[in-house]
């Protein structure tokens, strides 16, 4: 089978949309977070998404599965919060290396059944590395601008279990998305090394940043350029920016990551802007028509959906790439 590098010199690859989006329409209740085993967790855990790839596999499964028949060539698993510091919110730190390992397992399932049915369009799991709840870089407190929620070493080692327990589980690609700080970015980076270093191992890594206004700014204060420069340390397969914006207004960054950058470029928005009530009403058909924009600019060797993305979505970003060309990458990775 041929790699994701190799894929990537020759066709537009698509990511998958919302984890999140699908889960909501399963309206999942406390019971269903907690399942049989954790019944009696002292604690509330509905709003864990990452818990149900041990209470809800099966919904989990069915959601990679939709997203590979609307035409996706990767699926992030479901541990965008699987970190020991996100799950403090739930008293499930102990849990953490069993949720992404069980969770890059159950994509990898579907990958390979999909894989096998059509060889000719190989399926990749990209083991999801959010960004945590926590930022390293600035001060949760405006009293004390010095403070610091956590630190770096705390999230090296955070990240480092997530790492091994992904890559234990099958993931092909490791993404660490949505960053809004760029150090604890990282800090991720630094543990994949590590571990690909104690394993003697080659993983694929793609990054993702997440411009929060219109400013055109991460949340720590870089810029697209800035963002790229210091990330452009660690051999990665691409760079982009996902989340917090819809299509449109992604266009004038992933023009500068384009510009500045021979690494892949990657871009998963968000079905538009969240309207009064927090949810996204851009139809696949209006997305498919942004991101045509992308595609017509030749900025993109990735491309896929964030928030409010569902499979109806990423079916019409799959069916308009095949009409396109990748980006070209003017070195090889």
């Known amino acids: 089978m041929k790699n994701i590098e190799a894929i990537l010199q020759e066709r537009i690859l698509v990511l998958d949309g919302a984890m999140g989006t699908m889960l909501q329409r399963y309206k999942f209740v406390e019971e269903d977070f907690r399942g049989e085993r954790f019944k009696d967790w002292a604690h509330p855990l509905q709003g864990n998404n990452d818990l149900l790839s041990l209470t809800q596999p099966q919904a989990i499964a069915e959601v990679h599965k939709k997203y590979f028949e609307a035409g996706a060539d990767i699926v992030e698993t479901n541990t965008f919060s699987g970190t020991t510091i996100a799950m403090a919110d739930y008293h499930m730190e102990d849990l953490v290396y069993e949720l992404n390992y069980e969770s890059a397992?159950?994509?990898?399932?579907?990958?390979?059944?999909?894989?096998?049915?059509?060889?000719?369009?190989?399926?990749?799991?990209a083991g999801s590395i959010g960004p945590t709840n926590k930022t390293a870089s600035m001060s949760p407190d405006v009293n004390d601008p010095g403070y610091r929620a956590v630190s770096f070493d705390e999230l090296r080692i955070a990240y480092k279990e997530q790492v091994e327990a992904l890559l234990d589980g099958g993931a092909d690609v490791l993404l660490v998305e949505t960053i809004f700080d760029t150090?604890?970015?990282?800090?991720?980076?630094?543990?994949?090394?590590?571990?690909?270093?104690?394993?003697?191992?080659?993983?694929?890594?793609m990054v993702s940043g997440t411009i929060t206004d219109a400013s055109g700014r991460t949340l720590s204060g870089q810029t697209a350029e800035a963002f790229l420069i210091s990330i452009s340390h660690i051999p990665i397969i691409s760079v982009g920016f996902n989340c917090a914006l819809g299509a449109a207004q992604l266009v004038p960054h992933l023009e500068v990551l384009s510009a500045k950058t021979d690494y892949g470029v990657s871009a998963h928005p968000n079905a538009g802007l969240p309207n009064a009530f927090g949810e996204y009403d851009e139809t696949p058909e209006q997305m498919a028509s942004q991101i045509k924009e992308y595609l017509e600019k030749g900025l993109v060797n990735i491309v896929g959906g964030c928030c409010g993305t569902t499979p109806e979505h990423i079916k019409a970003i799959a069916d308009l790439v095949k009409e396109y060309e990748p980006r070209k990458q003017t070195l090889p990775v």
């Open 183 to 205: 150090l604890n970015a990282k800090a991720a980076l630094f543990a994949i090394e590590e571990v690909k270093e104690e394993r003697n191992i080659s993983v694929p890594i």
């Open 105 to 125: 397992k159950i994509a990898k399932k579907v990958a390979e059944e999909f894989t096998a049915r059509e060889p000719h369009k190989p399926r990749f799991v």
